[in-house]
């Protein structure tokens, strides 16, 4: 009988000693927020994306994949310049689908609006996109409208502090919701709204 005891003890420690020595299984690694948001003003879809590489490689169908490399307003190889020589293709593409009846049609991005001033993509980015690119028609033909950034995008209200508009639009903004209160007047770009005194002020916009 004593035997079998020692016996049992000797197996329940063995089983012990290989349960503490067994690794506890690793912890996933915590995922980046889905901070980059893409808004189709077309047809008020949104899609969000943990970097803003990833958004604009979404909007470009994959046309550019390296976004946070690249500066934003240096021409012939910022993003701008490149969002605009896709936009100018995606029209195109967009004219001749019109014509031929088909419903398929390739995003063009209107504006983009940061978080952080120097149109820095660290914080949160808020790209707006649409069928078709601004025309040179009269300043008080909207092509695209946010009236309250409220609601959607992240809750963009009183957050943005730099901004650029793309393919010809461009962006002018309003203190309240509804497209009142103070104006910033129309734009093309604002590298620091605290050199206008509208720092985290934008609650909705019109494009151009």
């Known amino acids: 009988m004593i035997r079998k005891h020692a016996r049992l003890l000797a197996v329940l420690a063995t089983a012990l000693l290989g349960a503490l020595a067994t690794p506890a299984p690793a912890s996933a690694a915590p995922q980046e927020p889905a901070k980059h948001c893409v808004t189709n003003l ?29 500066p934003a307003l240096t021409p012939g190889v910022g993003l ?22 088909s419903a398929t049609m390739a995003e063009i991005t209107v504006a983009v609006n940061f978080e952080h001033t120097g149109y820095d993509t660290r914080g949160f980015t808020y790209i707006w996109t649409g069928y078709r690119p601004c025309d040179d028609g009269p300043v008080d033909h909207w092509e695209y409208w946010l009236e309250n950034l409220t609601y959607n995008w992240n809750n963009a209200n009183d957050k943005i502090s730099s901004f650029y508009g793309a393919n010809n639009c461009w962006q002018q903004s309003y203190e309240h919701s509804s497209w009142t209160g103070r104006v910033l007047s129309l734009r093309p770009e604002a590298a ?17």
């Open 42 to 70: 077309s047809t008020g879809a949104t899609r969000c994306f943990s970097t803003f590489s990833a958004a604009i490689a979404d909007v470009t169908q994959g046309e550019i994949t390296n976004a946070d490399a690249l």
């Open 80 to 101: 701008r310049d490149r969002l605009n020589q896709l936009g100018a293709q995606a029209a195109q593409r967009n004219k001749a689908a019109l014509a031929a009846g």
């Open 192 to 208: 620091d709204l605290n050199q206008v005194n509208f720092n985290d002020i934008i609650s909705s916009l019109r494009l151009t």
